[in-house]
């Protein structure tokens, strides 16, 4: 029998897959259809290392199963090219960032093309396009049409190096995520979109989506962070009138907080304000200690939002002498401080310090000896007065209306009594930021914007879109806050659309996160994007394929492109474009691989390892199934050279097995052709262990690939092989299943094996095995999941669960999930047969 290799069948069949057109997608079908969706890469100039295919992998075998169990398979792949990595690699490399990208794209094709995946190349997009941003540029139009993308003066985040403004979302603990400078605030013209109108439908349609992991739905909640409250309004009397503070309140100055616990206003013992807090400035003359909150102020400029609220960080601050503020419950005067634990950007920049009920001002007050004044007690409390802060809900003490109510109905109370007296109302909080929109960078979207002297901002028209990056021989950033497009004339002059005269473009350019904002629509549309189109021609493939039924990447994306896509998603869903007000109803996030040091893969520590050299040493129908059982498919893992070689061993053994079939002349329709039905062959029917043992693989491998746990139902397909290799000879038939269970895995191998059996047919389009549910099942017990040593789910498991299986099921269990918090659990301990233990 000829040897297995790899480099000859990997090639042969790719070349006959390529020719023959075998991966098209229809636009529409009367199968049902799956939509599976990789988030797309940024082509690099390293190129792909072997961390890269792990998720393209995973969508290749879901792409295949589903096909061969009859749905029309939707796999297509792009390229997200604009941004800041690509223009730094740009300029460091000094070639041009179209040139670049152009390169880097070629690179990742070769790369991708030797794996063997299933996408329709007639689908690719490249954000970069003009074709492709003229959409882009039109949806932005749009937004920019309803008031949804409006220009703004506020202070936005700079970053020094990257000479451009950041987004809120592209801040790591208050450094650039790129380059990791320290932001500075610094007050801009920008274009933001309002973001901040979606955030309560952001926050509750994460409800309908039942099938995203816990914990990324938990880091958008937290990204939105809607708080409940009101917002109270403390007048601060001027030194030389009389006080009164119910009649004066509108006509006097004020300072306005933001407060979830309008309950504890009889607590109020001093207020804080941010040091960008307005009231310093206008205050001036009548502030004592000037000097001294001026230097805090100066001070407090040079921390990042991040060092300023750690919990952990001791509490600063200076007392504003010469103001006070007046509670408005009890008339009390209050001293004011300014302290850099209250943010500028968050509520209204001042806060009602209450220390008995919160832990911050509870510290503060400790510190600099301010009054502590108990309103709230437990519901069950046996102690007196405590020494300590209580920050939960109980029942209000000792203080006139509130007296004796529980925290929901006293804060009821109060914003009803605040409402009443005009000092306040409720409020909803976000945390969230309107998106600032604007770069000062050159390679992005150019904004399809004018402005007119006689007419300010208007729209590009449609029939002019789309407005093209122009191109130029110098595209360093300026660092002026203008784009590099402003020193460009023949860009910069026009005309104005509405009257004629002479007029100015927009110069700054769009941020990275817009292109993928829509492009899983782009690839329905097949390079006809074309959103007015779509009301005719397209309407019909367009609300086929939507929405993507699974969507697999990085988590990390779970607070930045997740909610910005979402957010356009829905905007387009207002504007009829798409019907269902989703995009993703799946996902699916994947681990690292890091190096075989346990470290991130990385030019910096010279640990990468490249695909190419795997593919040629090994081939790649290992690599995917070595990257595939390294382990569970969300966890990081480490790689490792032994489990590749590993991996290579066993698919010669399949392949040797091919020497023991006995009937290799059964024509490959008998008896198989039927199972996508769920019939049978008689064959497999009986109730010998080889036969059982088929029908729990074709199971346990259905359902592995269903839920993504890729390396257990290789362990299964494993345990199938030692079974079949302690056989003296082999049906056809029993051959044929493993190689077709095997083949979303390794698809070259068992397309070879399969041709070899004597098939003229692609195994992508035979009917994935059916298996009999009752000889599927064996034994099933049912075991105890604890976490930090409490009963917190029970799950039923065939009775020879492997203890990693158990583990793994444990942990995905949603329950479990929940009291995870996305946080990694510290260990998993399994009791055979009765529990798995997890302690966080
Ligand atoms: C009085 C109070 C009493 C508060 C109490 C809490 C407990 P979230 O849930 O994050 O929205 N706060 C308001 N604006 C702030 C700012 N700019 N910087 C720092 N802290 C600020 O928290 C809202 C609470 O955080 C508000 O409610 C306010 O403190 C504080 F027993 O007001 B609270
Ligand atoms: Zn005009």
Known sequence: MKKYDPKKIEKKWQKYWAKHEVYKTKDTSDKPKFFVLDMFPYPSGAGLHVGHPKGYIATDIVARMKMMQGYNVLHPMGWDAFGLPAEN?????????????????????????????????????????????????????????????????????????????????????????????????????????????????????????????????????????????????????????????????????????????????????????????????????????LDDVEAYVEQAKRKTDLERTELQKDKTGVEIKGLRAINPVNGEKLPIFVADY??????????????????????????????????????????GPTEDCFSGAGINVRYDFLDGLETPEAKAKMIEWLEDKKIGKRQVQYKIRDWVFSRQRYWGEPM?????????????????????????????????????LANIPKFVNTTCPNCGGSAKRETNTMPQWAGSCWYYLAYIMRGIFNFQFLISNYREAFDYWNPVDLYVGGAEHAARHLIYARFWHKFLYDIGAVKNEEPFTRLQSVGLILA????????????????????????????????????????????????????????????????????????????????????????????????????????????????????????????????????????????????????????????????????????????????????????????????????????????????????QKSLESEKIQKWLDGKEPKKVIYVKRKLVSIVI
């Not at 402005?451 to 449609?462: D, I, L, Q, S, T």
């Not at 068992?750 to 994935?768: A, C, D, R, S, V």
Request: glycine fraction near 6%.
């Open 89 to 289: 690699y740009a300029i460091k490399n000094k070639v041009h960032p179209k040139e670049a990208v152009e390169k880097n794209i070629a690179t990742f094709k070769k790369q991708l093309g030797m794996l063997g995946f299933t996408y329709d190349w007639d689908r690719e997009i490249n954000t970069t396009d003009p074709n492709y941003y003229k959409w882009t540029q039109w949806i932005f139009l749009q937004m920019f049409k309803r008031g949804l993308a409006f220009e703004s003066f506020e202070p936005v985040n700079w970053c020094p190096v990257d000479k451009t403004v950041l987004a809120n979302e592209d801040l790591e603990n208050g450094r650039c995520e790129r380059c990791g400078s320290v932001v500075e605030r610094r007050p801009m013209r920008q274009w933001v979109l309002r973001i901040t109108q979606y955030a309560d439908r952001l926050l509750n349609d994460l409800e309908l989506l039942k099938e995203w992991p816990e914990h990324i739905k938990e880091m958008q909640r937290n990204w939105i962070g809607r708080s409940e409250g009101a917002v109270v309004k403390f007048q601060i009397p001027n030194p030389e009138s009389q006080i009164n503070p119910e009649s004066q309140i509108q006509n006097s100055e004020f300072i306005e907080v933001f407060t979830t616990r309008p309950d504890t206003l009889f607590g109020v013992t001093y207020m804080v304000v941010a040091p960008e807090h307005e009231i310093i400035k206008n205050h001036k003359s009548e502030i004592k200690n």
């Open 342 to 383: 209250v943010l500028g950007g968050y509520g209204t920049g001042a806060i009602m310090a209450v220390p008995a009920h919160d832990e911050r001002d509870f510290e503060f007050a400790k510190k600099y000896n301010l009054t502590i004044k108990e309103v709230v007690k437990p519901v069950v409390d046996s102690s």
């Open 448 to 484: 399809p914007l004018i402005n007119c002297e006689k007419c300010g901002w208007v729209a590009v028209p449609e029939d002019q879109l789309p407005v093209e990056l122009p191109k130029v021989k110098h595209y360093e950033p300026t660092g002026t806050g203008e784009s590099p």
């Open 596 to 807: 075989e040091d346990g470290r991130k893969m990385s030019k910096r520590w010279g640990n990468v390892i490249n695909p190419d050299d795997i593919v040629e040493e090994f081939g790649a129908d290992s690599m995917r199934m070595y990257e595939m059982f390294m382990g569970p498919f969300s966890q990081p893992c480490a790689w490792s050279a032994n489990g590749l070689v590993g991996m290579r061993r066993f698919l010669e053994r399949v392949w040797s097995l091919y020497e023991k079939v006995v009937d290799s002349v059964i024509p490959a329709k008998a008896g198989i052709q039927s199972q996508r039905d769920g019939d049978l062959d008689s064959r497999l029917r009986g109730n010998d262990k080889l036969t059982t043992l088929l029908h729990q693989t074709i199971k346990k491998v259905t359902d592995d690939i269903e839920g993504m746990r890729f390396n257990t139902a290789i362990a299964k397909m494993m345990e199938l092989v030692n079974e079949i290799s302690k056989q003296e000879s082999l049906f056809t038939l029993h051959f044929s299943l493993l190689v077709k269970l095997l083949s979303p895995f390794a698809p070259h191998m068992t397309q070879e094996l399969w041709e070899m059996l004597g098939n003229q047919t692609l195994l992508i389009n035979e009917p994935w095995p059916a298996y009999d549910p009752e000889l599927a099942k064996g034994q099933e017990i049912t075991l105890a999941v604890q976490v930090n040593g409490k009963l917190r789910d029970t799950i039923v498991v065939p009775v020879d669960i492997s203890e990693e299986d158990a583990k």
